[in-house]
Structure formats: structure tokens, C-alpha cells
């Protein structure tokens, strides 16, 4: 089975993109350089801010509704337990 991952793209403001991928660091460098996806590249979400690793595609997809659903404030305190800096994380992936 192969695993999965759920992350959350920002910028400053923040506009808030929330994705799931099976190779993270590939997405998130395309996410950067403006590859594949139209929302991420008008809002200049390039900052890598909160990611699960999660034990399948299928679980990770699951997961992305989840936190699709949740309201802003939600989002934000999820990151922020995460990553309470909001630091782009791309680096430590």
C-alpha cells in the first residue's frame, strides 16, 4: 500500500491551499514554481506550512475532505500546533 500525504500551502496574507499528493516534495516544488495548479500560482502559495503523513492514498484523500471542511480558524489552529512559527517547511522534507 502506498502511502500518502495531506499538506496546506500559504502565502503572507494567509490564502490558505490544501492539497494531497503521493510524492510530496515533488509537489510541493511544483507548487513553487508554478506547475499544475491555476489557485496556487494566482495567490503565490509557495510557502510549504502543515503536512500529515498518512498510511495510504486512499486515507490521505479521506483526510484532505476532513480538513477541506474545517472552517478557516480551524485551519489556522491546526497549523499553528504544527508549525507555530508558519514557517515554510519545504526544507525539512
Not at 57 to 79: T, V
Not at 86 to 91: A, E, R, T, Y
Amino acid at each position: 500500500m502506498k502511502s500518502g500525504y495531506v499538506y496546506i500551502m500559504a502565502n503572507e496574507r494567509p490564502t490558505l491551499y490544501t492539497g494531497v499528493t503521493a510524492n510530496l516534495k515533488k509537489r510541493i516544488w511544483e507548487h513553487k514554481n508554478n506547475i499544475g495548479s491555476a489557485f496556487t500560482k494566482k495567490y503565490n502559495l509557495h510557502k510549504l506550512v502543515y503536512f500529515e503523513v498518512i498510511d495510504s492514498i486512499e486515507f490521505a484523500i479521506i483526510r484532505e475532505k476532513q480538513i477541506k471542511d474545517m472552517n478557516r480558524g480551524d485551519k489556522l489552529k491546526l497549523i499553528k500546533q504544527f508549525n507555530p512559527d508558519f514557517k515554510d517547511l519545504f526544507n525539512n522534507i
